[in-house]
């Protein structure tokens, strides 16, 4: 079945830690995004790509980078965590315009 | 650029009472696809609508939208709430530049639905 897939569920770091949020998909699909969600701002995207080795800024990119390893692979690294960047961070991929996202089961980043 | 409105916070229903979530965008674009996007308690958001025809109803779940870009709108009804409906409702426009890979959603700020006895 075709999926999108997050890890770590949970993650607790403390402020300039170094975290990596991984997201794998089994869809096939060429694109694929970094969200945040954070109450009273609703979805914000980090960044995305649309095929290995590419990377596009989304909205919110500061303190974040991004990396597209493989089609399947997109990694979120957080390299001098804050405790702003305390979220619930969603993975989504999609295949042309106009389809849908299918997103990953969320991991939830706690900065202390 | 983009942006999808969305009504504010939190919305509070009765049982049985109708549902009505606000949604305008604006967007450049002639030919935009929306979407709503439902997300529930320790679950993944998940597609709910979709559309791209102008005012064509779509529907699926009990839910029912119509998008009318004359008002560039694509408000989110069902004629009675239930309280397993209780959850974060986005609506979202699709931001694409033909042939540049450059392909995303715009999101609006989400409006949480709680539906009560």
């Known amino acids: 079945e075709a999926a999108v897939t997050q890890s770590p569920r949970n993650k607790v770091t403390v402020t300039g830690g170094n975290v990596t949020l991984s997201c794998r998909q089994t869809?096939?699909?060429?694109?694929m995004y970094w969200y945040r969600q954070d109450t009273g701002h609703g979805l914000r995207l980090i960044h995305y790509?649309?095929?290995?080795?590419?990377?596009q800024i989304g909205d919110v990119p500061d303190g974040y980078k991004a990396t597209r390893t493989t089609q399947e692979d997109f990694f979120l690294l957080l390299e001098l965590a804050s405790p702003s960047q305390t979220s619930l961070y969603f993975c989504?991929?999609?295949?042309?315009?106009?389809?849908?996202?299918?997103f990953g089961s969320g991991t939830r980043l706690l900065v202390i | 650029g983009d942006s999808v409105t969305q009504t504010e916070g939190l919305v509070t229903l009765t049982e049985g009472l109708p549902v009505m979530l606000n949604c305008t965008y604006q967007?450049?674009?002639?030919?935009?696809?929306l979407f709503w996007y439902v997300h529930y308690l320790n679950e993944s958001p998940r597609l709910l609508l979709k559309?791209?025809?102008?005012?064509k109803r779509t529907e699926h779940q009990g839910f029912h939208a119509t998008l009318h870009k004359s008002s560039s709108s694509f408000h989110l009804q069902k004629s009675s709430a239930q309280l397993s409906d209780s959850a974060l409702y986005y609506c979202?426009?699709?931001?694409?530049?033909?042939?540049?890979?450059?392909?995303?959603?715009?999101f609006g700020a989400g409006t949480r639905l709680k539906v009560i006895a």
């Open positions: 989504a991929s999609s295949g042309t315009e106009g389809s849908d996202y299918t």
């Open positions: 869809n096939s699909h060429n694109y």
């Open positions: 790509s649309y095929g290995a080795g590419n990377l």
């Open positions: 967007t450049i674009y002639s030919n935009p696809f």
């Open positions: 559309s791209s025809t102008d005012n």
């Open positions: 979202a426009l699709s931001d694409a530049l033909f042939n540049t890979g450059n392909y995303k959603y715009v």
